[in-house]
């Protein structure tokens, strides 16, 4: 069986180039994480490592979409070659079930971890130039909803069950939404 895995970071982020590249190579089932990639803790990850059998192939539009550390990514193909499941990375395109792609995964891994390693680098260097001038006053604050006071009572009596539930009819992150709690 063909089984595509897509991920997002952000509810925000578009799937739809990666769900088209799965759809395209005849996914016939297929998992999306809304979720950032910086653990393996993910709901539809863990499904689909469940559900995959021996002989299936699973599909990915590249290798940074199942995990962003090498070691997560390992772990996760050892995984699934232990139960007999090929991966297919349609960006980086070669073959894992040989020595020379599993080498080339491996180093595929290694220098994305590094490149993002030193981008965030960069990131936090350009933020703090910004902020000894002046100019960097981080993100813009998401405006509470005009019927906030409500939806907290409805959380308070569990009418609404939890914060991530709350995030969702909000449209932000659960961050957010405590944040907002503390200041209620």
Request: with cysteine; net charge positive.
């Amino acid at each position: 069986m063909r089984i595509g895995y897509a991920r997002v970071s952000t509810i925000e982020q578009h799937e739809e180039r990666q769900l088209q590249a799965l759809k395209d190579v005849g996914c016939e089932r297929t998992y999306l994480d809304k979720l950032s990639g910086k653990n393996t803790e993910r709901p539809q990850l863990k499904q689909m490592i469940d559900f995959a059998r021996e002989g299936d192939t699973v599909y990915v539009s590249e290798f940074s979409r199942l995990a962003r550390s090498t070691k997560d990514l390992l772990d996760i193909m050892q995984k699934l070659k232990d139960k007999g499941v090929q991966v297919i990375s349609l960006k980086e395109n070669f073959d894992t079930t040989t020595p020379a792609g599993e080498l080339a995964m491996t180093l595929f891994a290694a220098i994305a971890t590094f490149e993002r390693k030193i981008m965030l680098e960069r990131q936090k260097e350009g933020i703090a130039i910004a902020r000894a001038k002046g100019v960097y006053k981080g993100r813009k604050r998401k405006e509470k909803p005009t019927d906030w006071t409500e939806l907290v009572k409805r959380y308070q009596c569990r009418d609404i069950r939890s914060v991530s539930e709350l995030a969702r009819i909000c449209h932000c992150s659960r961050n957010t939404v405590y944040a907002w709690l503390r200041e209620f």
